[in-house]
């Protein structure tokens, strides 16, 4: 947070929650477009963090290693009770429609109540630390933009902030969804577009024209659910646009 406090006011920021599946390569990109700008990524892995620390170093872009900021006792205890409620609740709730998961005569609750009361929640505490330190950060400086992959844990986290804050964002997944006709995967590509589709993020990139198909073929079924505005962007992360023509 102490270099994060030295980017002059003048300098605008273009974040992303990861540094994985091309995002490097786009937000170069975009820097490249304007003047006084900085990428900032707010968290990274075991296999990019030695290209973070190089570019680190060369200044072209800032690093957040660690996103677990220290909440105080009283609201920690606060917002742990709340998570620990509901997943008594929903563990309550699962055990008592044995019938409702039981997938081609196969019991999934001996499966889903353990790691709804230990890895769920243990992930779900976590990310009241990754919030908490977001909060932080934006106090000291909010990016100008926020590019995500996906909505899910922590970018879910920064689809909400952005939408708080009045933050422009625009979340971009891989193209390769397609509509699904079978009652089975039709119920589980639909629980996939609210990780792609219906978010927090004003904006959503359409990298391919299956994709364009699936996202209004959502927006047919979802109604008048929300549903971030989509732009027929092209490839942007997993594939590499040719220099005279785009798809």
Not at 39 to 48: E, N
Not at 112 to 135: F, V
Request: hydrophobic share 35%; with cysteine; aromatic share 12%.
């Amino acid at each position: 947070l102490f270099m994060y406090r030295m980017i002059p006011k003048s300098v605008n920021v273009i974040g992303a929650p990861y540094d994985t599946i091309g995002m490097p390569n786009l937000l170069t990109k975009v820097s490249k477009k304007y003047t006084k700008t900085l990428i900032v990524y707010y968290s990274t892995t075991s296999k990019t963090i030695k290209n973070r620390v190089f570019d680190q170093l060369k200044g072209e872009s800032l690093t957040f290693y660690s996103l677990k900021a220290y909440i105080p006792k009283m609201k920690r205890n606060v917002l742990y009770n709340n998570i620990n409620k509901c997943v008594e609740l929903v563990c309550i709730k699962v055990n008592k429609k044995n019938n409702d998961f039981v997938f081609k005569n196969v019991s999934l609750n001996k499966l889903l109540t353990p790691y709804i009361e230990n890895g769920l929640k243990i992930k779900m505490n976590d990310l009241c630390h990754n919030i908490w330190a977001l909060n932080r950060i934006f106090r000291v400086k909010k990016p100008s933009v926020i590019f995500a992959q996906h909505s899910l844990g922590l970018s879910s986290a920064f689809g909400e902030m952005c939408l708080s804050e009045k933050i422009p964002s625009m979340l971009i997944p891989h193209g390769s969804f397609v509509p699904q006709t079978g009652e089975v995967p039709e119920y589980e590509w639909r629980e996939h577009a609210r990780t792609l589709f219906e978010t927090s993020y004003k904006f959503v990139a359409i990298q391919t024209p299956i994709a364009k198909k699936y996202y209004d073929n959502q927006c047919i079924k979802l109604g008048a659910v929300k549903m971030s505005k989509p732009i027929n962007t092209g490839p942007l992360l997993f594939a590499n646009q040719d220099r005279m023509h785009y798809s």
